[in-house]
């Protein structure tokens, strides 16, 4: 472990550049909000000029509990430092980094002959803004460059091609994923550009992908690009015994001790044929979904968090049985234990070589058992009617590692133990 690499990425000057943010963070306007607290919460705080604070340490990662915020950016990376020693430094000075940037401060002034040790994207003083900062692991990081293999996580693997699939290699997997969430797209870019620059000799970016959630309109859950409501069957982050039974993996058995209070992660970037889809009648449209496209109530009913009650319609003559909702979900005793935590963002790329518009979604999930939940429902998903206006094209999935527990504890530590 204490082999040294000149590949290894340097956390002395950041830390310097850190020094005298506990002081600056006892007097930002950042107002600590717990991992419990609602949206609308967050959007006040914002409205009244301040901004949201999310407790960095903790037996999970703040990013997955906390509720969704309007901007995100997900970077998948490989990892050019060398070995285990090289590994580890580099996650340390990620979660140094991290830990800074979502507790907010001044950072150090290191003299007009030195580089500045802040971009100043937000100014003299860093806000919190609401940025979480995950990270979660890829397969590959489990290969012999770092004598992690024995600790890999059961069920981690390179994402497959579903039947109805376009994936471009170039813009799935990585050694990590990094995802920032905040409630300002340049809180989100400042965090992008530091923690790149303190990290810039231990990992190449590998693809990148920006994000943005809607605000509800006119309430209730936001809308996807396809102009429908989007996660309205979402698992309640705050229930702690269905977060147990759903998301957080386990150590023991097949899993190693360290992944508890981890999650599998599913990431697929998706693009929507949206100048195709909007030539789509809204009654096709909403038979494809399962939903009114308006309020987002199941066809069955006249509100968004209705139950859709499939035992009333057997035969789909409300509710086709191909329907996205009735496929994704059927409401069964033998499926609750296959519902994810979803966290949806839209995204829009500009044009594509031809001119059309690259709009679509990047899907998010956590998960317990990537193989019982993701797979079995992305299974069950192949060639409903909504393949002919979509197009997965990105993505991967990791392993969200456990939380940083205080401050002498770094994401990862445990895959070292």
Not at 124 to 145: I, K, N, Q
Not at 158 to 177: H, K, Q, S, V, Y
Not at 344 to 362: E, T
């Amino acid at each position: 472990m204490n082999e040294q690499s000149s590949n290894a990425p340097s956390r002395r000057g950041f830390l310097i550049g850190m020094a005298g943010a506990a002081a600056g963070a006892a007097t930002t306007a950042a107002v600590t909000a717990g991992l419990g607290a609602a949206a609308p919460a967050a959007a006040a705080a914002h409205a009244a000029g301040t901004a949201a604070r999310y407790e960095f340490h903790g037996a999970h990662q703040a990013g997955v509990l906390a509720p969704v915020r309007r901007s995100t950016s997900l970077l998948a990376l490989d990892v050019t430092a060398q070995g285990a020693a090289g590994l580890t430094e580099l996650l340390q000075t990620i979660t140094d980094t991290a830990r800074f940037l979502t507790t907010g401060g001044a950072p150090r002034e290191l003299g007009i002959t030195a580089p500045p040790s802040d971009s100043g994207v937000l100014g003299p003083e860093v806000t919190a803004g609401g940025l979480t900062v995950t990270l979660a692991v890829g397969a590959s990081l489990f290969d012999g460059r770092f004598g992690l293999a024995s600790v890999k996580p059961s069920k981690l693997r390179t994402m497959e091609d579903f039947p109805n699939d376009a994936l471009d290699r170039a813009i799935c997997d990585g050694d990590l994923l990094l995802q920032f969430e905040a409630d300002d797209n340049d809180v989100v870019i400042h965090g992008v550009r530091e923690v790149l620059r303190a990290t810039r000799a231990g990992m190449q970016l590998r693809w990148r992908r920006d994000g943005f959630s809607s605000p509800p309109r006119p309430s209730g859950t936001p809308r996807n690009l396809m102009g429908f409501k989007d996660g309205t069957a979402n698992i309640d982050r705050t229930d702690a015994k269905l977060m147990d039974q759903l998301v957080w993996a386990h150590g023991g058995q097949a899993e190693p001790a360290w992944v508890e209070g981890g999650s599998y992660l599913a990431v697929r970037v998706i693009r929507m044929l949206v100048e195709f889809w909007d030539r789509v009648g809204i009654e096709e449209q909403q038979q494809m979904f399962g939903r009114y496209k308006g309020s987002g109530a199941p066809l069955t009913g006249s509100s968004e968090f209705e139950d859709p009650h499939y035992e009333r319609d057997p035969n789909g003559d409300s509710i086709p049985l191909s329907a996205h909702i009735r496929v994704a979900n059927p409401r069964t005793p033998g499926t609750e234990n296959q519902r994810m935590l979803r966290r949806a963002f839209n995204y829009d790329g500009g044009i594509d070589a031809n001119g059309n518009l690259d709009q679509g979604l990047i899907f998010t999930a956590f998960n317990q058992d990537i193989e019982r939940q993701f797979v079995t429902v992305q299974k069950r998903l192949i060639d409903e009617p909504l393949v002919d206006y979509i197009s997965p094209v990105g993505g991967g999935y990791y392993f969200a590692l456990p939380g940083a527990r205080d401050a002498s504890d770094w994401l990862g530590k445990g895959m070292f133990a």
